[in-house]
């Protein structure tokens, strides 16, 4: 099974308008932490926000927010008042930990991506 | 605050060749993460450095190998090359390792192609 599954190959949205982007997960660890990533065309990962898995509230990082559904098993990541410059592909990702020859490390699955593209 | 740094933007190889790539970690940041993204798919993980180690390790074959130095800044070496390996790669830093809100922050990139 994927672990992380992004089901939006491309969104389109209006300038100024909200608009979600779906990422459903899928682990059996209690631990664990959701990250979306938007990739623009120059290619750099940039970092929009987070989500830890015993967290009680949704995440927010201005205009970003994460509406974090755990027993859905879904993160979708929500955009408020769209711009020009939003768009990108739009990744998320889950870092869970991992135990290898007596130490741990934490790894990002990401999913396979959603390209969103504002209209003016 | 520097971010992270890749070296070079770009590269062209031919296959069987050996290719070094560059990554300098964010200040603070003692964990360096690769990743490779082929064209139109998402990121997938390489190996993980952590104080000078390999602590962790993708589905990559061992010709994948790397380094990280004392300032955390780090190498990933490619021999053989072979077509497949045409990819953006991605290095990551972070400065948590262990915990599961340790945010790796990412460089732009090297693009790599093999003909």
């Known amino acids: 099974a994927q672990k992380i599954t992004q089901t939006q190959p491309g969104m389109f949205v209006q300038e100024k308008e909200a608009v979600t982007l779906d990422c459903t997960y899928d682990?059996?660890?209690?631990?664990?932490?959701l990250f979306w990533y938007k990739q623009p065309s120059s290619g750099e990962m940039i970092f929009l926000i987070y989500?830890?898995?015993?967290?009680?509230q949704n995440a927010t990082e201005g205009r970003y927010s994460l509406n974090f559904q755990k027993a859905r098993k879904s993160a979708n990541l929500v955009i408020s008042a769209s711009q020009l410059g939003d768009s990108a592909m739009y990744f998320c990702?889950?870092?869970?930990?991992?135990?290898?020859?007596?130490?741990?490390?934490?790894?990002?699955?990401f999913g396979q991506g959603t390209i969103l593209t504002v209209h003016p | 605050e520097t971010g992270v740094t890749q070296s070079p933007t770009h590269l062209i190889k031919t296959r069987g060749q050996q290719v070094t790539l560059r990554c300098s970690s964010q200040?603070?940041?003692?964990?360096v993460s690769w990743y490779q993204q082929a064209l139109g798919q998402g990121p997938q993980f390489i190996f993980q450095?952590?104080?000078?180690?390999?602590?962790g390790r993708g589905n990559f074959p061992p010709r994948f190998s790397g380094l990280q130095f004392p300032n955390y800044s780090s190498e990933l070496n490619v021999n053989a090359l072979e077509l497949d390996d045409s990819a953006l790669y991605l290095c990551?830093?972070?400065?948590?390792?262990?915990?599961?809100?340790?945010?790796?922050?990412f460089g732009p990139g090297t693009r790599l192609t093999v003909l």
């Open positions: 990551a830093s972070s400065g948590r390792q262990g915990a599961v809100a340790d945010t790796q922050y």
């Open positions: 682990t059996s660890d209690p631990s664990y932490g």
């Open positions: 989500q830890g898995s015993y967290d009680q």
């Open positions: 990702a889950m870092r869970e930990n991992y135990n290898a020859g007596g130490t741990s490390y934490g790894k990002l699955t």
């Open positions: 200040s603070g940041h003692n964990t």
């Open positions: 450095y952590y104080r000078e180690e390999e602590n």
